[in-house]
Nanobody, 124 residues
Framework: QVQVVEPGGGSVQAGDYLRLSCAVS????????MGWFRQAPGKEREFVTS??????????ANSVQDRFTISRSRDNAKNTVYLQMDSLKPEDTAVYYC???????????????WGQGTQVTVSS
């Protein structure tokens, strides 16, 4: 059984940075595309970023391009993907979800395993 866990999250001021991590267990980490999605209050969940199996390709939503960086551990024993979030804005406030899937896309339907979500709050 594959499990996706995102510890952390937090509250910061606008302009600050935060790093999220996500650990995958119960499966072969290198078999999965990893993605981050987020859901702000009163809004639908939206795509943030994804990284392919080898970590050589990434894809970002326009709203986070040049501010967020996704990466994955090269050591498969760590089975971890990271989301570095810089220059945070109040509109980045949301519950952030990590997900694992088999296709390198921005669509929720292509991600099979999901974490429970972690809250990120950015105050102005």
């Amino acid at each position: 059984q594959v499990q996706v866990v995102e510890p952390g999250g937090g509250s910061v001021q606008a302009g600050d940075y935060l790093r999220l991590s996500c650990a995958v267990s119960g499966g072969s980490f290198s078999d999965y595309v990893m993605g981050w999605f987020r859901q702000a209050p009163g809004k639908e969940r939206e795509f943030v970023t994804s990284i392919n199996w080898s970590g050589t390709s990434t894809y970002y939503a326009n709203s986070v391009q040049d501010r967020f960086t996704i990466s994955r551990s090269r050591d498969n024993a760590k089975n971890t993907v990271y989301l570095q979030m810089d220059s945070l804005k109040p509109e980045d406030t949301a519950v952030y979800y990590c997900a694992a899937g088999n296709l390198f896309t921005a669509f929720e339907r292509d991600y099979e395993y999901w974490g429970q979500g972690t809250q990120v709050t950015v105050s102005s």
